[in-house]
């Protein structure tokens, strides 16, 4: 069969899909702009810069089984996530990144046609996984400091639709939404997924209701605050029988055994590791005040690890462009409600500083 043959018998819907625009690895910017890996300064993926555990690099160092096919139901890790949550191991569930899990639950609940509320500016990956779905994306813009507008999301609801979607804080935005306004959701009794990636930081989750309710769905990850990203390991704190469906629908060994021997070895060293996030948390306070000198630059209060900016001067693509052929990454956006924007992730004291120096010569021109 010729190439195009093969083609045309494609799925339709998925034809024109648009993809994911995922973090330039350091190694392909080493190579494009001839600065060595170690002096690139990534503040472009929300990573944790500090690194994981050493706790980690020990045991996986001398780990002797990887030859052995992880657990498929999880036991241990959903043991040890219990312990870490405060919530039954009957409600959890491991992915292989908390994107894996957005991604199974759309799919439990989403078939073609059936409508998905994303509380719009918001991670892609919503959109992303909709859309593999072939769900239609019914779009609830945020008010003018990326709030949450809940009435707004109420009157988007139609018999069609299937999930109301919202990470809090939200990313790529910081925002928080209030407890008040997750229940006024929950109330409607649509599966509401509470994407917490950023909770460590944040300090507020809805974690403690899964139990009272079965339409709340609460995802975490390692990734952020455990420095885990490379890894690949999130967890989701659902209703026993949503987390049932995802344990019968995901790949069986959807999480590998380095991760499961990194999360062992993280929640040994939790004291660490949340000693590290309270150094980022007031980091991001230091960032956030210089970044506000900077007249041509609008940030925006975080709750997460990274800091969203308007770039005033409307020359976002160009501060970015700038500052990656220094070898410094951070995140441009150019879609309709991100016009002339930036993310930028919380590094260690150094990386602000190289940050604002390079901010300084390049931005105001
Ligand atoms: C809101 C949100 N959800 C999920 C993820 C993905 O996290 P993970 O690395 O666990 O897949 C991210 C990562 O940036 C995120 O910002």
Known sequence: MSEEGITKLIRSDLAAFGGYVPSKAPEILSDKVKVPINGITKLDANENLYGCSPKVNEALGSYPYFNIYPDASQTELRQLLQ????????HIIVGSGSDQLIDLLIRLFVGPGDEVINCVPTSDIFRFSTMLCNGKLVEVPRDEDYRVNVSAVKKAITKKTKMILLANPNNPTGTPTPKQDILELIDTGLPVLADEAYVEFSGETVTPLVPKYDNLLVLRTFSKWAGLAGLRVGYGILPPQIAGFLLRIKLPYNVNIAAQVAVRESLKDIDYLLGKVKVIVVERERLFNELSKLEWLKPFPSQANFIFCHVLNGKAAKIQQELESRGILIRHFDI?????????????????DALIKALKEVGGG
Request: hydrophobic share 25%; proline share 8%; aromatic share 4%.
């Open 83 to 90: 312990g870490y949550t405060g919530v039954g191991s009957e």
């Open 336 to 352: 309709p409600l991100l016009q002339n924007s930036l993310r930028i992730s919380v590094g260690r004291p150094d990386h602000t």
